[in-house]
């Protein structure tokens, strides 16, 4: 599964994608995120404030409780600030 | 198609835009362009300003809302172009044109789209000062700004 | 003064005028370009389209709408320019550009300025079609509209 | 004093401008467009339908019971159709 981040998560974690393999007991994006954070402090710390990170599967934008079911990318970013 | 979105990283001409817009208008009444520029005041002065962004997401949601904005004002056409990449203070980041029989909707299309577009397309600013580079927080005033297109 | 009214018989080029008018638009964020167009539709066709007007009070009132406009909307600028005479489909008879900080101020300013100007700017449209000569009907949903902005 | 008409009522009277002059007791718009249309059957026709005709004094729209006093230029004209 390959995982991007954009603004400061990319920054804070000092990379913009890398491919993860998560176990098969994670299926939505909240359990991602947890066992991302069970396993590096830097995402332990960059997830602190869950509801600050916003996600995309697949480019579609999607709540935290979604299915990973078939999802080949996660991307991983703060609140948007274009325009 | 009726909608086109742009994503560049090059300047763009905003008169030369909206001319460009305005070479297909038959039947049709109004046009609104609206035009974001970089902005740095006195009290918060800003030496460049830094987009990222998300390409194919950013493609994909602009699109939705200009669709969403057409078969609700009913207009015929909307073009919205957005840079990325670095830009310096008074340069155009972002133009949204709107074309339609009649004004109010022409107003409301390019609006419509600049309220999704400011919350829920994936750009990110990086302002540079004197005193450094920083992420520009989201605004909750933004996400109320959304509010008014609730039917 | 931060408010420019031209009534020009001749015709304007839209995105020359939206590029003159962002030459000056230090600590600005946001502007807004609205024209409007001889519409000529299938159902309605018109030849042409003459305007007639009452110079010395289009120009005042235009003014007024302008200048209340940049004080409820804190506008930094507005340019109107508005034709009178003959034109054809397709051509622009007006424009309402509007800058601000924000953007909704930029899109209310505009809007607020069309809508005073479509009922209360004394210009008189006469329409020209295969079967002659009519003057175009006020329309009630151009009173209507002035509503919204009321307090 | 000067009368300007504007458009339809223009067309209608077949001219831009005159120059009249009001009795004393003429002293409103509404008293004025009564005086001219009872000395002139074009007016009665034209000031027929009384809520269409629209009034500038000096260049400032008014309504029908405006004080004509100190006036120097009175225009009539139909509801507005710019824009």
């Known amino acids: ?83 | 198609m009726a909608v086109t979105v742009r994503l560049q990283a090059e300047p763009f001409d905003p008169g030369a835009e909206t001319n460009a817009f305005l070479t297909d208008t038959e039947g049709m009444g109004a046009a609104v362009t609206f035009t974001g520029l970089v902005r740095s005041t006195p009290g918060d002065p800003v030496q460049s300003l830094t987009l990222e962004h998300y390409p194919d997401l950013a493609q994909k949601q602009i699109e939705r809302f200009a669709e969403q904005a057409i078969k609700r004002f009913e207009l015929r056409n909307i073009i919205v172009i957005h840079r990325f990449g670095r830009m310096l203070p008074g340069e155009p980041i972002v133009q949204v044109m709107a074309l339609a029989a009649h004004r109010q909707a022409a107003f409301d299309g390019a609006n419509f789209v600049m309220d999704w577009l400011k919350t829920d397309a994936p750009f990110w600013k990086k302002e540079e000062t004197s005193e450094g580079q920083n992420w520009v927080e989201a605004r909750a005033a933004d996400d109320a700004a959304k509010e008014k297109w609730r039917k």
């Open chain 1, 1 to 83: 599964m390959k995982v991007l981040y954009f603004a400061w998560l990319r920054e804070r974690l000092n990379r913009g994608e890398e491919t993860v393999s998560p176990p098969a007991e994670v299926t939505t994006v909240a359990d991602l995120m947890d066992w991302m954070a069970s396993a590096d402090e830097g995402f332990a710390l960059a997830f602190e404030k869950r509801d600050l990170i916003k996600v995309a599967l697949d480019s579609e934008i999607v709540d935290h409780d979604a299915s990973l079911d078939g999802a080949e990318t996660v991307a991983f970013f703060p609140p948007m600030t274009g325009g």
